[in-house]
């Protein structure tokens, strides 16, 4: 868990640092950055994906992920918690449940979450998550300095995900082969590049109902294992 508390650290100081910058920042150039950030983050999703080897199985699990996630509607659910969150901080900016969506899943679906919080329960190696703490923490600079206080909020959400993640690895070792581990990163990365053509405004994917697929690699492996 100190890889993810770390990360959880640094979006919570980048936020405020954030806010605090915000005044010195003209929308202008706020929206310019946010659509650099947006194209840097399709390109982190697409140089994921492509290392994948698998891709009947990436197929099946987007499609899968998908009918699971409709069917559950975590999109909604997400959303709701966020304009809940906006309902309690009414007066303290605009944005907040906006904040908190788009963040929550930028730093929450990438690959380097995923493997970093893994191979933190797997082997204790936090370098990677260390790596997502200095970029988080970059980001949640600008976004928080156009969205507010919803990138520091997503914060706990940084902890919730990757605490779990890094729990459940050392239950699930036996399962979680490098194969597993690649599949699962680049159904991730595909989650990112939908994140940030809705970033750029080009599509209104509904990349939270997707989030089902991240872990459909790993039940595949299990009905390997049961069928071998």
């Known amino acids: 868990m100190f890889g993810t508390i770390v990360n959880f ?12 910058l915000k005044r ?3 929308e202008k150039i706020s929206t310019t950055i946010i659509q650099g950030l947006s194209l840097c ?9 492509i290392k994948g080897s698998n891709f009947i199985l990436i197929i099946i699990s987007v499609a899968l992920g998908a009918l699971i996630g409709e069917l559950v509607d975590i999109d909604k659910k997400i959303e709701g918690l966020g ?4 309902n ?3 007066g303290k900016g605009s944005n907040i449940s906006q904040g908190f969506v788009t963040s929550s899943l930028l730093f929450c679906v990438g690959s380097m979450a995923i493997v970093g919080a893994l191979e933190g329960g797997l082997s204790g190696n936090y370098k990677i998550l260390f790596a997502k703490s200095i970029l988080d923490g970059t980001v949640s600079i600008i976004f928080a300095s156009s969205l507010g206080l919803g990138v520091l909020l997503s914060s706990f959400s940084v902890l919730i995900y990757q605490g779990s ?8 070792k036996p399962l979680l082969t490098q194969s597993v581990i690649t599949d699962m990163t680049a159904v991730g990365s595909i989650l990112i590049m939908g ?12 990349v939270a109902n997707l989030l089902p697929a991240v872990f459909i690699p790993i ?4 009905i390997m294992n049961v069928i071998k």
């Open 219 to 222: 039940i595949y492996q299990i």
């Open 88 to 90: 309690k901080f009414k």
């Open 195 to 206: 994140l940030g053509f809705n970033m750029l405004n080009m599509t209104k994917i509904k």
């Open 83 to 86: 304009n809940t969150i906006e």
């Open 24 to 26: 010195g920042i003209s």
């Open 41 to 49: 983050t399709v390109f982190i999703g697409i140089s994921g994906a």
């Open 165 to 172: 993640i890094t729990i459940a690895a050392s239950l699930l």
């Open 9 to 20: 650290l640094a979006i919570i100081v980048g936020s405020i640092i954030g806010m605090v």
